[in-house]
């Protein structure tokens, strides 16, 4: 008896993700994705660190809130990480972006050289 609810609520949990992942992402999402990212980490002011361009690749979550959760950051600083989590997390998404998981790659520099 248990082994058989067991399977129906496995049954009922893998038709309720299936319809929530089957929310098409276009590559569209991606880039106006981007844009609003480079849009809150604009001009960063990196001169008391030792960096002057940076790559990293963000792995975003894109809630029901249509809010950006960051994952994940692969990036060989550790400021840069912290940086954009504090930047990203949970900044509202505009425009039509469907929910869902994105990987973004970007490249930071120093914003203070342009201000000198």
């Known amino acids: ?3 058989s609810k067991l399977k129906m ?3 009922v949990a893998l038709i309720l993700g299936g319809a929530v992942s089957s929310q098409a ?3 569209e999402d991606g880039k106006i994705l981007r844009t609003q990212i480079i849009s809150h980490i604009e001009n960063p002011d990196l ?3 030792d960096i002057q361009k940076e790559s990293a ?3 975003i ?4 809130k249509s809010e950006m959760v960051v994952v994940q950051v692969d ?4 400021f840069v990480d912290e940086y954009l989590k504090a930047k990203l997390n949970y900044k509202k998404v505009t425009g039509n972006v469907g929910m ?3 990987v973004i790659k970007i490249t930071m520099q120093d914003g203070s050289l342009a201000k000198r």
């Open 9 to 11: 609520l496995m049954a």
């Open 75 to 78: 990036s060989e600083s550790q």
């Open 57 to 59: 690749t963000v792995h």
């Open 1 to 3: 008896m248990k082994y």
């Open 100 to 102: 869902g998981r994105y």
């Open 25 to 27: 992402i276009g590559p």
């Open 47 to 49: 001169r008391y660190t």
């Open 61 to 64: 979550q894109v809630n029901a």
